[in-house]
C-alpha cells in the first residue's frame, strides 16, 4: 500500500470548517483514500473513502486531486465532538483488506 | 444491534500469565481483525481471519494466537504475557464487500502486563 503523510497536528475553531490534507505521491491506480478518525480513547471510526471523484456523506467531504497525490478530508462545520485524530489510508480493497495506521493528524476544535 | 463488542475492558496481568481477549460481532461478517495500539502510536494489525475456520498473521503476531470457529466471534490468546504486550487491543470486522467496505471498531480492551 501506498505510504501516507499528515501533519502531526491542526487547529480549528468550533462553527469553521476544519481541511485536513494527506500526501500520497505514491498510490497506484487501483488504490482507495481511506479515512478514520479516533476519539480519545475509542475505538477508531470510518468516515469516508474515495478512489477517484470527490466524495460527500453526512460527516464530511473528500477532495482527492486530479493526479491522486494529495487527498483533503473537510469537515464543513467542526464541533467540540470533533477533536480526535485523524488517519488518511491508501489501500487497493479487494482482497487486501488489511488497513495500515500510521500515526495520523491530531485535530483540536477550540471553542 | 450492538455492533463490535469486546470483553474485558481493563486487565492487568502478571509475567507470564495467560489470558483471552473476547470480541464478538453481530453483523454477520465474515472478516474480523486484532490490532493493538501502543501510547502515542498508530494501530498495527496482528490477526485477521476471512471465514470461520480461516485466520492469518498480521504485521505484530508474535506472543497471540486467535481462532474463529463461529463467524461471531474472534478471540485472542496472550499465551506467556510480557511487559512489551502492555497495549490497548482493537477488534473490528467488515463485510466481504469487494471495494467498498468499511472496518467496524470494537471499544478495545486496556492491558497492562506488570
Known amino acids: 500500500d501506498a505510504k501516507t503523510t499528515q501533519p502531526t497536528s491542526m487547529d480549528c475553531a468550533e462553527g469553521r470548517a476544519a481541511n485536513l490534507p494527506c500526501n500520497h505521491s505514491t498510490i497506484s491506480g487501483n488504490e482507495y483514500v481511506y479515512w478514520y478518525r479516533q476519539i480519545h480513547s475509542q475505538g477508531p471510526q470510518y468516515i469516508i473513502h474515495g478512489l477517484k471523484n470527490n466524495e460527500t456523506n453526512e460527516m464530511a467531504s473528500l477532495i482527492i486531486t486530479e493526479d491522486r497525490k494529495s487527498s483533503t478530508l473537510i469537515l464543513p462545520h467542526a464541533t467540540l465532538r470533533d477533536t480526535a485524530v485523524y488517519y488518511c489510508?491508501?489501500?487497493?480493497?479487494?482482497?487486501?483488506?488489511?488497513?495500515?495506521f500510521g500515526k495520523g493528524t491530531l485535530l483540536t476544535v477550540n471553542p | 444491534n450492538a455492533g463490535v463488542t469486546q470483553t474485558p475492558k481493563f486487565r492487568i496481568l502478571k509475567i507470564g500469565q495467560s489470558m483471552t481477549l473476547q470480541c464478538t460481532q453481530d453483523m454477520n461478517h465474515n472478516y474480523m481483525y486484532w490490532y493493538r495500539q501502543d501510547p502515542g502510536m498508530g494501530l498495527k494489525l496482528i490477526y485477521y481471519s476471512v471465514g470461520a475456520g480461516i485466520t492469518d498473521k498480521g504485521e505484530v503476531p508474535n506472543g497471540y494466537n486467535v481462532s474463529r470457529s463461529t463467524t461471531e466471534d474472534f478471540p485472542l490468546r496472550l499465551e506467556l504475557a510480557a511487559p512489551s504486550q502492555t497495549s490497548v487491543y482493537f477488534c473490528a470486522s467488515s463485510p466481504s464487500h469487494t471495494y467498498d467496505y468499511e472496518q467496524y471498531f470494537g471499544p478495545g480492551t486496556r492491558l497492562t502486563v506488570t
Open positions: 489510508i491508501v489501500n487497493s480493497g479487494g482482497s487486501n483488506y488489511k488497513l495500515t
